[in-house]
């Protein structure tokens, strides 16, 4: 195979993953292919008490107690019914799965090289800690998360004990 490149063949820019973009609100969010486990269509979780509001409950996959984060609540965005389109995203975060309610799944695409730009300086306090950055997608910024930060430790023992309180009354 020669070193040298030819004029027929064109650079092809480097793919550093694939990203899955998905709909809250009118926002547009993504997350690595890698942390997103299955989308599955919408099903009304089990309430589980004393956790945080932006929890809707637990949901049984593939035999596991899964916690259900409302991630229009999470952000901040006004509520929304779930409607046709409505999915919930199971991710692997650090191991462990965690379920996301979105408005709506829309694609898996690739992530080209040097399209992740690091959020801008206004993205600060708690919104900030779930950003790995900003991806331009047509004529969209899209906010590229991280789902291994959508829980934080005190909310993750918080989970834990409310999810062991109902997988012990199964």
Not at 90 to 116: M, Q, R, T, Y
Request: overall charge neutral; glycine content about 6%; cysteine-free.
């Amino acid at each position: 195979m020669s070193a040298t490149r030819t004029a027929t063949a064109p650079l092809q820019p480097a793919t550093v993953s694939k990203i899955v973009t998905f709909r809250l609100a009118d926002d547009l969010f993504a997350a690595d292919i890698y942390s997103v486990e299955r989308v599955l269509r919408y099903k009304a979780p089990t309430p589980v008490p004393n956790v945080p509001e932006w929890i809707d409950g637990v949901i049984d996959y593939q035999g596991r107690v899964v916690p259900l984060i409302n991630l229009r609540r999470r952000f901040e965005l006004p509520a929304s019914e779930p409607g046709p389109e409505t999915r919930i995203l199971v991710f692997n975060a650090g191991g462990e799965w965690i379920g996301g309610v979105v408005d709506a799944v829309l694609d898996v695409a690739p992530l080209e090289a040097g399209k992740l730009a690091p959020p801008p300086a206004l993205f600060r306090g708690l919104a900030a800690e779930y950003l790995l950055g900003i991806v331009r997608r047509a004529e969209r910024l899209v906010i590229f998360l991280d789902v291994g930060r959508l829980l934080s430790t005190s909310d993750r023992l918080v989970l834990e004990r409310a999810t062991d309180a109902v997988a012990s009354k199964a």
